[in-house]
């Protein structure tokens, strides 16, 4: 076996991993990041497909995510806006094809006004919550028995309107059906990200992208760790000792961690950083095994299911029309989509994202006919051209065996407020850190730097001390 010494063993080298273990080399300790994929980068991965750059992960900044922005800055990375000038379009339930501006979708005064109202009563709830703490919220534990489609309903008759708010938490972030969460967990993800206006407005949550893609960001994070990123290398096995906590209360002190991963590689560290997405935890064998309600916790996160598909045309030819390239419609199988065509590339990219239960529908059919099924509903929005790409490629995270799911993590009905408070509190000498768990930015890239960051300081406050 190879056998490594080093301060801190990081597993999994995404924008969390790679940040907290910069940050600790940065700190004096000395760190390796074990990589099970032949790639850095978890989550943000950009490629070549058929001669077309593509985002086949996360890609979008918002001008709120400071630590992504200080990222980008710091390892000089440079932004473009999304392409956003005219009307956009908006598919109602019977069909109609309207084009629209602004943010309220083009529908009946009375709908419209219903959004509006609840759109102002989400911003005051989301308000109220501290994404760092939601289960805090004297009313928590209500909020997480009800889900975010039950409260809709009780809030509103106006179906159109019900199902246009939906989207924003359902289809658009969580990626899950409104029944299968709840109401706290929406609005942690509307408080991670300022407001629920904030996810209302693409022109904010979609508002730059970065040259060259955004898993520059991990790339050049492991590039400056050298030899100290290993691929190839799944940890399968985490023993360690000591100091157990979330109600496993040992005590005893924290000796340390040997990680057990492919290629015969042994690491012995004083402390490990866990920086997978939570539903991956279970694939490592921990010794011994974690405290009972960490084991009872992790069994209560899920990812979410989303196909991002691109299609990439001669040229941009809904700018001709007129047209932003932005649409959404909770009817149509492709719930929202956009502009999303590369820097300085003379062709237009179009991106579509076919979320939960639909995403279930068309993978049950031929790969052929599910193609013809997207790009049907991409031509409702900007007319028959969409039909035919040059390129055309669905990103299918599901089926990659060290995600399997997009984009991220959430808890079932009232798991967030039974054991959120939790998800973060070191076991012994293991700790947790990925976008899954943090409190702004969650969900997003920005939060697992965030997340890297935190854990990084505290291991090496604890290492000092
Ligand atoms: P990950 O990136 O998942 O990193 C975990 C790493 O651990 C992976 O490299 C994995 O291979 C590795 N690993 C797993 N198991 C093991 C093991 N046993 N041993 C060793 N290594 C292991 N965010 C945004 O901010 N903006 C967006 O526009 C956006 N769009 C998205 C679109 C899609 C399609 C997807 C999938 C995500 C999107 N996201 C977006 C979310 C964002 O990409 C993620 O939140 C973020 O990249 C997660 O980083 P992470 O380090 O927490 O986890």
């Known amino acids: 076996a190879n056998r490594i010494e080093r301060d801190v063993v990081i597993i999994g080298a995404g924008a969390s991993?790679?940040?907290?273990?910069?940050?600790?080399?940065?700190?004096?300790?000395?760190?390796?990041?074990?990589?099970?994929?032949?790639?850095v980068g978890g989550r943000l991965?950009?490629?070549?497909?058929?001669?077309?750059?593509?985002?086949?992960?996360?890609?979008?900044?918002?001008?709120?995510?400071?630590?992504?922005?200080?990222?980008?800055a710091e390892l000089g990375l440079e932004t473009y806006s999304?392409?956003?000038?005219?009307?956009?379009?908006?598919?109602?339930?019977?069909?109609?094809?309207?084009?629209?501006?602004?943010?309220?979708?083009?529908?009946?005064?009375?709908?419209?006004?219903?959004?509006?109202?609840?759109?102002?009563?989400?911003d005051g709830l989301v308000a109220e919550v501290d994404p760092a703490a939601p289960w805090d919220h004297p009313r928590a534990a209500e909020y997480d028995q009800v889900s975010w489609k039950q409260w809709l309903s009780e809030q509103t008759d106006d179906v159109e309107a019900r199902d246009n708010i939906a989207l924003y938490i359902a289809e658009a972030m969580l990626t899950k059906p409104s029944h299968a969460f709840s109401l706290l967990q929406a609005l942690l993800m509307a408080a991670s990200a300022g407001s629920f206006s904030h996810l209302v407005d693409a022109d904010f949550i979609l508002d730059k992208r970065v040259v060259g893609g955004l898993q520059q960001v991990p790339l050049k994070l492991a590039e400056r760790l050298g030899d100290d990123v290993i691929l190839n290398a799944a940890v399968r096995r985490l023993e360690w000792t000591g100091g157990a906590d979330a109600s496993g209360a040992d005590g005893t002190p924290i000796q340390g961690v040997v990680a057990y991963?492919?290629?015969g590689i042994e690491v012995a560290a004083k402390r490990a950083i866990v920086a997978l997405p939570p539903n991956l935890f279970e694939r490592i064998d921990f010794q011994p095994a974690l405290p009972r309600l960490v084991q009872?916790?992790?069994?209560?996160?899920?990812?979410?299911?989303?196909?991002?598909?691109?299609?990439?045309?001669?040229?941009?030819?809904?700018?001709?029309?007129?047209?932003?390239?932005t649409a959404f419609s909770p009817y149509r199988i492709v719930h929202e989509a956009y502009d999303n065509s590369y820097d300085g590339d003379p062709r237009g990219t179009l991106v579509g994202f076919v979320s939960d239960q639909k995403a279930d529908d068309v993978f049950s059919l031929p790969a052929e006919e599910r193609k013809a099924r997207i790009l049907a509903s991409l031509a409702d929005y900007y007319g028959p051209e969409a039909l035919s790409p040059e390129v055309y490629f669905e990103s299918d995270w599901a089926a990659e065996e060290w995600t399997r799911g997009a984009y991220a993590a959430s808890y079932d009905l009232g798991g967030l407020s039974r054991y959120g408070a939790h998800q973060t509190t070191p076991v012994g000498p293991i700790h947790w850190s990925c976008s899954d768990f943090a409190p702004e930015g969650y969900q997003h890239v920005d939060g697992a730097i965030r997340l890297g960051r935190t854990t990084a300081a505290a291991i090496a406050e604890q290492l000092r001390g």
């Open 82 to 122: 999304r392409y956003r000038e005219g009307d956009s379009v908006y598919v109602a339930a019977d069909g109609t094809r309207t084009r629209f501006t602004g943010e309220i979708f083009p529908v009946a005064p009375e709908t419209a006004a219903e959004i509006e109202r609840l759109i102002a009563l989400l």
């Open 296 to 325: 009872q916790a992790h069994q209560h996160l899920s990812l979410g299911l989303v196909i991002k598909v691109h299609a990439v045309y001669a040229t941009p030819f809904w700018r001709e029309q007129g047209l932003s390239g």
């Open 17 to 39: 991993g790679l940040t907290a273990a910069n940050a600790l080399r940065d700190a004096g300790h000395s760190v390796v990041v074990l990589e099970a994929r032949d790639r």
């Open 261 to 263: 991963a492919d290629g």
């Open 45 to 72: 991965w950009t490629r070549e497909i058929d001669g077309a750059t593509l985002e086949i992960g996360g890609q979008w900044v918002s001008p709120d995510q400071d630590a992504l922005i200080d990222t980008l």
